[in-house]
Structure formats: structure tokens, C-alpha cells
């Protein structure tokens, strides 16, 4: 896809990618409505809030009944965005000051660059990045249906009390499939299973971990729009994943009376936990307001091309083959089949144009687009959105 931008030249990739700040004061120049605008709300106080959910757990008992002194807890953290970095660090603090435990904190990988670092180690708390690659790092769990052995992190099996600190956001199905520890926190080969398995396989490895790690407690981060935390939830898992996502539906659906012609969406968190999965939720995403064949734009800072299923989603051969895709990923390919799709990012334009989407390096590139198609709507944070269209069906 390329010169779709009408006259002129693009940039070359030795350029410096478009910051959040100048796209904002873009968006602000050109008076480009948004279906949301940056959060009014007072920012919530989150040592307090944590110190609060454990005093009140979701139906169930004060933790002290479940968490022994000198008992191991090890926090699985979901996404390592500085908010929720936050979050585990005083929830790690809470458990070893007020019940004398030790405290292990597990990420699926590093904490984002520039985001708040791991919590200070100590004697009672300490912080592992898990390596699905490291068979020190891992122990059987269970045989899986096909009599194949499940490892997982060796620190999982062997804490006392294992608690997920999830940040779900409101698009996550319920549906036995989106977990917490799988398949983040499984070995290499384990992973690359759970990818290829059906959803009716993937929901038994999932019950399957869970229960043989005892996970009937959990913590959850409610994150609105800009990446505010606006509640902590503590109790047991299903209580508080129901009471997440309606607090979530609350801060994210967004009502849509039209349709545009550009619709340009955005993903907001770190740049090192962007990823092209939250890429193709933000397309999704951004179809439900598009007119038919409208200009798709999306604000990211993706810096390297799409692997294996997510590549296939780009590829023509790959999307008339009838190879089978997750449902996510079949989207994604219809979409990229028919809309125009512009991206801004950290990639190279070689690499850009080699997936059928066109560079954008240069805000006015981005003008010239919206002159040339009409009007544009912005979705910040669009891989979260939840979009309710008003209006009448489009023929």
C-alpha cells in the first residue's frame, strides 16, 4: 500500500516516531472529536484502596483465615503496566506486614520501559520474571487430556497461596479461556499448545491449573480510560470477575449514533506491552464506527512486525487458504481485507508496507488523510473499548 496519501513524500523511517504528546496536541489542533475525553475523576489513593479490599474481601473470609504466618504467597501478575506494579507492591507489603508471610512476585515478563520498577527486594518479598524456556524454572502440574505433562512455574507449585492480580479489561470473554496463568506462565512447549488446542481443550488446561493450584482467591485492577485505576477488587475469583466486568462496562462502553468515513484508534499503554493482539482488538474495534471501506488509522508504538498467527491475518494467500485462525485473528484478516489501514508506529515503512498497511510518520500525512476522506472520530485505548452502535444498520 503505498503513496495512498496523495501528493507529497513519506517520511523515512530515521525520523523520530510521533509522540503521544504531539498526536494529543494534534487531535486537540484539528478539534477531531473523541467518543471519550481524558478522565475528570480523582485519582484514586491505591495503597489505601488495596489496604481496603483486603479488609473486605468479595464473599469470602478475611484473608488471615486462608494465609498463614511464615506461609509463601506467590502474586501472579497478569500485564507488568505500571499501575499494576503499583497495585502488587502494596498488596505484597499488606500480606507481610499484617500476616508475616513471604511474598513471591511472578511476571510474565518485565516490567515495561520507563513504568515503575519491580518492588524493592527483601528478606519477605522477592520478584521472578518467568522464562517459559528455563526447565529449572519449571515443574508438572498435572497430564493433560492427551496424556501429555503440564509444567508450570516451579514458584506456582510450590507457594502455599497462589493469588492472580488480573487487569482484565471489559472486552475479555468470560468464557473459561482468559486466564490469569495460562498460557503465560506455562513452559515453551506447553504454550505453543495451548495456541494450536481448541477453546474446549484450551478451557480444560485452564480448570485443570487452577484447580490443582488452589486459586479460589484474587486480586483485580480496574483500569479506565488514560490507564486510571479506578477500583482494586480483592475476594474470590468469580465474585470478583463478575463485579470487575461491570464496573468495566461502566467505564468503557462507548455509544456510537454514526458511522465515519476515517476512524482513527489508539493504544495508550506502555510501549514494551503493546501488542499485536491489542492491535487487532483496536480494529475491531474501530470497524464498529467505520462506513464501509473507511480509512482505519491506528496510534501505537508497536516496534516489530507481527509473528506467526497474527502475521497470517496480513497475508492474501494465507486468508483464502482456509487455514484455521482464532476467531480474533479472522477478524482481523477481514478487516485488513476490506478497509484501507494506516498505522503509526516504531516499525520500519519496509516492514509496514510489506503487511498491505501504509506508514504514517508525519502528522501531516495524517491531515492530508482526513482531508481527502471526511470526517474522523478518535477511540483512545481501543483495544478496551466496548462499542454500542445507536444507529441505524448500515445496507
Not at 71 to 81: G, N, S, T, Y
Not at 90 to 119: M, R
Not at 303 to 318: H, T, V
Amino acid at each position: 500500500m503505498l503513496n495512498l496519501l496523495g501528493s507529497g513524500h513519506f517520511a523515512v523511517s530515521r525520523l523520530p516516531q510521533i509522540s503521544l504528546d504531539c498526536f494529543n496536541r494534534f487531535v486537540a489542533e484539528q478539534g477531531i472529536r473523541s467518543l471519550y475525553e481524558a478522565s475528570v475523576a480523582e485519582p484514586l489513593e491505591i495503597g489505601q484502596s488495596v489496604r481496603d479490599a483486603l479488609a473486605q474481601p468479595i464473599d469470602y473470609p478475611a484473608l488471615h483465615h486462608a494465609v498463614m504466618p511464615g506461609e509463601r504467597v506467590a502474586i501472579v501478575i497478569h500485564r507488568a503496566i505500571p499501575q499494576v506494579v503499583l497495585i502488587a507492591k502494596f498488596l505484597a507489603e499488606e500480606l507481610v506486614n499484617a500476616l508475616g508471610c513471604e511474598v513471591q512476585l511472578l511476571f510474565p515478563h518485565g516490567p515495561a520501559s520507563g513504568s515503575d520498577p519491580l518492588p524493592e527486594e527483601s528478606s519477605a518479598i522477592t520478584s521472578l520474571v518467568h522464562d517459559p524456556d528455563q526447565q529449572n524454572q519449571l515443574a508438572i502440574i498435572g497430564i493433560d487430556r492427551q496424556d501429555n505433562p503440564l509444567y508450570v512455574n516451579r514458584a506456582l507449585f510450590d507457594a502455599d497461596v497462589v493469588i492472580p492480580l488480573t487487569c482484565y479489561t471489559a472486552r475479555d470473554a468470560d468464557d473459561g479461556i482468559v486466564d490469569c496463568v495460562v498460557p503465560q506462565f506455562l513452559g515453551r512447549s506447553q504454550q505453543n499448545d495451548f495456541e494450536e488446542a481448541t477453546n474446549a481443550h484450551r478451557r480444560g488446561i485452564v480448570r485443570l491449573v487452577n484447580e490443582n493450584l488452589g486459586m479460589f482467591v484474587a486480586a483485580q485492577a480496574v483500569l479506565g480510560p488514560g490507564g486510571d485505576i479506578r477500583g482494586v477488587l480483592i475476594g474470590e475469583k468469580t465474585a470478583v470477575r463478575r463485579q470487575a466486568q461491570q464496573l468495566l462496562e461502566q467505564h468503557w462502553k462507548l455509544p456510537v449514533d454514526e458511522r465515519y468515513p476515517v476512524v482513527i484508534v489508539s493504544l495508550e499503554g506502555p510501549a514494551a506491552s503493546q501488542t499485536w493482539e491489542q492491535f487487532a482488538a483496536a480494529l475491531i474495534t474501530a470497524q464498529q464506527c467505520a462506513c464501509p471501506g473507511a480509512a482505519l488509522v491506528v496510534y501505537s508504538q508497536l516496534a516489530s512486525k507481527p509473528r506467526g498467527e497474527w502475521q497470517s491475518a496480513f497475508d492474501p494467500e494465507i486468508r483464502g487458504s482456509g487455514k484455521k485462525l482464532s476467531e480474533t485473528s479472522r477478524r482481523l484478516a477481514q478487516i485488513v481485507a476490506d478497509h484501507p489501514i494506516y498505522l503509526i508506529s516504531a516499525i520500519k515503512d519496509a516492514d509496514v508496507e510489506s503487511l498491505g498497511m501504509g506508514p504514517i510518520k508525519e502528522l501531516t500525512e495524517l491531515q492530508r488523510l482526513i482531508q481527502r476522506h471526511g470526517t474522523p472520530i478518535l477511540v483512545r485505548d481501543a483495544d478496551q473499548a466496548l462499542v454500542e452502535f445507536l444507529g441505524q444498520p448500515t445496507l
